[in-house]
């Protein structure tokens, strides 16, 4: 029994660490129209516009993943499964995306005239210099790595994320501070409103705030909280308090709450938050835009050379891609 629900605690991580974790600094996944050709060099993936993507990008970036994930959840992670889904399959699914994209990515760079500057491309030769110098030489030749490759890599990347800032800059996208505000609470939750009415009691003859809490709900009685996370009638009694205020009897859900506001105003939080939700929405307006283009893109891909590649048996590289490529082009 144990084990089971141990089991199940790793399926719920793996479910919600996958939908964020796989790299963060390019953050584009979504699907276009693929077929199959026999055309193919032994070291491509995939061809779009007049591009190839070789199996030397996807494995650095399977590296990466296969990295960031047995730090999660160990080594054993690549015998679980998400739904029908072998955990090895979805990541490399997820990896074939990201290189997608950003490959049709320079296809639209490319039609819209974007090019990189001349502190970019030296940014990208910095980067393919270090990246290449950290492989061992078995690396470079399981790989088959050449410093050329690398700095081709590095120059879609650094493309589909120049596509992408330019594009976003000039829209019209604001998120007020009001709107990001983080907030701390502590609330007490009844399930009738005769227990509400004996917690209200209970204050009233100034019982501390969080005791009275804890007695009701000792598992959760204090949280931050983000606009839009909570029940309509909550979020607003909640919002409406100033640092110290506590609310009378508010009904949410089903049950009751008396809700103390500890802080109105986390400003790092509401900060990261803001920062989040602009990016959020820069990603919605880009999309709006891309996609139509996107759909239009045929990518012929080498399915042969990609089943055989399994991500559990790919090399873990001392450098990280994602990391590099961040030091050097974000």
């Known amino acids: 029994m144990r084990k089971q629900r141990k089991m ?48 030397m990008e996807a494995k650095i970036l399977l590296s990466d993943a296969k990295t960031e994930y047995e730090a999660l959840f160990g080594s054993d992670i690549w015998q679980q499964s998400i739904g029908d889904v072998s ?33 970019q491309r030296d940014a990208v030769e910095d980067a393919a210099d270090e990246y290449y110098g950290a492989l061992t030489e078995d690396q470079i030749k399981e790989l088959n790595v050449t410093k050329e490759k690398l700095v081709n890599m590095f120059t879609r990347f650094a493309v589909a ?11 019209d996208i604001e998120v007020s501070y009001d709107e990001a505000r983080v907030i701390t609470i502590q609330y007490i939750c009844a399930d009738t409103m005769e227990d509400i009415e004996a917690a209200k ?40 308090l100033a640092s110290g205020e506590v609310s009378g009897i508010i009904e949410a859900g089903g049950k009751y709450y008396i809700i103390k506001c500890s802080s109105d105003n986390d ?27 996107e759909a239009k893109q045929f990518v012929e891909f080498n399915s042969k050379a990609w089943d055989k590649i399994k991500t559990s048996s790919v090399g873990t590289i001392s450098v990280k891609f994602e990391e590099i490529y961040n030091s050097y082009l974000n």
Not at 11 to 39: C, H, M, W
């Open 8 to 55: 199940r605690l790793i399926a719920l991580l793996i479910t919600a660490v996958a939908a964020l974790l796989i790299f963060g600094y390019i953050r584009f996944f979504n699907g276009k129209l693929i077929y199959i050709s026999t055309g193919f060099g032994k070291d491509d993936l995939f061809k779009t516009g007049n591009n190839t993507a070789t199996l």
């Open 201 to 240: 009691k209970r204050l009233d003859n100034n019982e501390i705030f969080y005791v009275v809490a804890r007695d009701y709900n000792p598992d959760e009685y204090e949280r931050e909280c983000r606009r839009g996370e909570l029940d309509e009638s909550f979020e607003e009694a909640a919002y409406n």
């Open 267 to 293: 400003k790092s939080k509401t900060e990261a938050n803001r920062t989040a939700i602009l990016e959020r929405r820069r990603l919605e307006a880009f999309n709006q835009e891309f996609e139509p283009f």
């Open 87 to 119: 955990f090895d399959d979805f990541v490399k699914d997820q990896v074939k995306t990201k290189l997608e994209r950003v490959y049709c990515m320079n296809v639209m760079a490319d039609k819209n005239g974007v090019v990189l500057s001349r502190n």
């Open 161 to 171: 994320q120049t596509l992408y800032n330019d594009m976003t800059e000039s829209m």
